[in-house]
């Protein structure tokens, strides 16, 4: 059963920085696309972006050059490294993770079968 946890969510001042984790489980496959996605309250989830096991990484055009995706592949992470951080960018945000059976698919529009809770994000002026 595939397994993911979200941590390093918190509060912060605007312009600050935070690192979201995630601990993926329960699965043997050499390709995949992992991801993070965002939802406030009032609006629906959106992608932040997305990192296949290649290394190719993606980007929403809000995050650019603000936030940075990563994994470390032998310890099965995934991380969201996040500076200059806006009020705009408070929200739940949520990891996930797609098998497939070759990296080149991986994409924002990607759709994950895997998710996990959440990890709540406060930003504040």
């Known amino acids: 059963q595939v397994q993911l946890l979200e941590s390093g969510g918190g509060s912060v001042q605007a312009g600050g920085s935070l690192r979201l984790s995630c601990a993926t489980s329960?699965?043997?496959?050499?390709?995949?696309?992992g991801g993070w996605f965002r939802q406030s309250p009032g609006k629906g989830r959106e992608v932040v972006a997305t990192?296949?096991?290649?290394?190719?990484?993606n980007y929403a055009n809000f995050v650019k050059g603000r936030f940075s995706i990563s994994q470390e592949n032998a310890e099965k992470t995934l991380y969201l490294q996040m500076n200059n951080l806006k009020p705009e960018d408070t929200a739940m945000y949520y990891c996930?993770?797609?098998?497939?059976?070759?990296?080149?698919?991986?994409?924002?529009?990607?759709?994950?079968?895997?998710w996990g809770k959440g990890t709540q994000v406060t930003v504040s002026s």
């Open positions: 329960g699965y043997r496959a050499d390709a995949y696309c």
């Open positions: 996930a993770l797609a098998l497939m059976p070759h990296p080149k698919y991986c994409s924002l529009y990607y759709e994950m079968d895997h």
């Open positions: 990192i296949a096991s290649d290394g190719r990484a």
